[in-house]
């Protein structure tokens, strides 16, 4: 890991959701060894989250920006650029669930969660690809789930849009890959996050259920995203394409 962390010194990132709790940790480790960062947010958090990761002598930049507004994201998107002086990496880790039964599950509510959760990424993706494709070198990063494998449970918009992402990876992969653009994705597995408080907090059953099956015995943590993110944007994974890498306790394997 040190020569690739050596290596990352200098380059420029982008992290969307960086204010949450996944991007968040991502940005910090990539703060870490060396990258100069922007995190993209909605909320006042974002500019509290840079200034926790930054410091006086290599600040994190904070841009404000909605997931759902495609032009505020796209001013968004170029400040960062600006801010950074370029762009060699992007981690698109903005997203939202809103949980509902099928049955009674409104279309506005359906309409935000794509908006956010997989429109907002395809945006940013083409953005970047855009600013890296002449430079002939850039790495993006996109957030899938584990229900980009399964449906869950009443969690249809979701579930949807994280299936979206990782076929949206791997399209893109194929469309970038000759442009020198590795295109790959994380999906997470439970980490105790915002994003599903609903379960960790408000239901103990079904916590229980997800803790029983998990063979590394315990929730994911934040943290646990920063070494598979800091390999997929290091020249170490430049012969990934299209790979959506679980990061899930073994989740899967059981």
């Known amino acids: ?86 762009l060699d990496i992007l981690i698109a ?10 049955l009674d599950h409104d279309l506005e509510a359906w309409d935000t969660t794509l908006e956010t959760n997989l429109t907002s990424v395809f945006e940013l993706c083409q953005l970047a690809a855009r600013t890296m494709a002449p430079g002939g070198r850039g790495k993006i990063l996109t957030i899938a789930s ?48 915002a994003v599903n408080r609903h379960i960790w907090h408000d239901n103990p059953k079904r916590t229980a259920e997800i803790l029983a099956r998990l063979p590394a015995g315990r929730w994911g943590n934040p943290e646990d995203l920063a070494g598979p993110a800091l390999f997929l944007c290091s020249s170490a994974s430049d012969y990934l394409h299209g790979v959506v890498l679980p990061v899930d306790g073994g989740w899967l394997s059981r």
């Open 1 to 86: 890991m040190e020569s690739g962390q050596s290596e990352l010194e200098g380059r420029r990132a982008l992290i969307a959701g960086g204010g949450g709790g996944l991007g968040s940790a991502m940005a910090a480790a990539l703060h870490g060894v060396g990258v100069d960062v922007a995190i993209m947010g909605r909320s006042a958090a974002t500019a509290e989250t840079a200034a926790r990761i930054g410091s006086d002598a290599r600040p994190v930049h904070a841009i404000q920006a909605d997931a759902t507004d495609r032009a505020a994201l796209a001013a968004g998107f170029d400040e960062a650029v600006e801010r950074l002086g370029g």
């Open 93 to 102: 880790a903005q997203g939202i669930t809103l949980p509902r039964a099928a």
């Open 146 to 193: 584990m229900l980009s494998f399964s449906g869950g449970l009443n969690i249809a918009a979701y579930a949807a849009s994280k299936g979206g992402v990782a076929q949206l990876t791997k399209a893109l992969a194929n469309e970038w890959a000759p442009l020198g653009i590795n295109v790959n994705s994380i999906a997470p597995g439970y980490i105790r996050t």
